[in-house]
């Protein structure tokens, strides 16, 4: 088992930044392939960011491109999702996640993942 827990989600105003971290424990962290998604109320669970086990490959949903930065720190077992340039259509529960990396498949789907946090808020103002 892999408990994952979020912290650092708050109220940002437009344009502003927060970084999430996600502290993992249970198993070797360097083991998982790491992911964030965020769910908006009313809408469906959406990918945000994806890391490698080792932090040579990230991946990004669309919408968060060129704003968002997903990190990892294997020695600390922490991942991180350093959020910039916040907008409005940014406010929902962000989840970290995880899946051991000996299954080859798709990290921006969230069926991949085992592992789920218990969330954390975050919601930007205008």
């Known amino acids: 088992q892999v408990q994952l827990v979020e912290s650092g989600g708050g109220s940002v105003q437009a344009g502003g930044s927060l970084r999430l971290s996600c502290a993992a424990s249970g198993r070797t962290f360097s083991d998982y392939v790491m992911g964030w998604f965020r769910q908006a109320p009313g809408k469906e669970r959406e990918f945000v960011a994806t890391?490698?086990?080792?932090?040579?490959?990230?991946d990004y949903g669309d919408s968060v491109k060129g704003r968002f930065t997903i990190s990892r720190d294997n020695a600390k077992n922490v991942v991180y999702l350093q959020m910039n340039s916040l907008r409005p259509e940014d406010t929902a529960i962000y989840y970290c996640?995880?899946?051991?990396?000996?299954?080859?498949?798709?990290?921006?789907?969230?069926?991949?993942?085992?592992?789920w946090g218990q969330g954390t808020q975050v919601t930007v103002s205008s």
């Open positions: 890391i490698s086990w080792n932090g040579a490959n990230t």
């Open positions: 996640a995880a899946y051991h990396r000996v299954y080859d498949n798709s990290p921006v789907r969230s069926s991949t993942y085992d592992y």
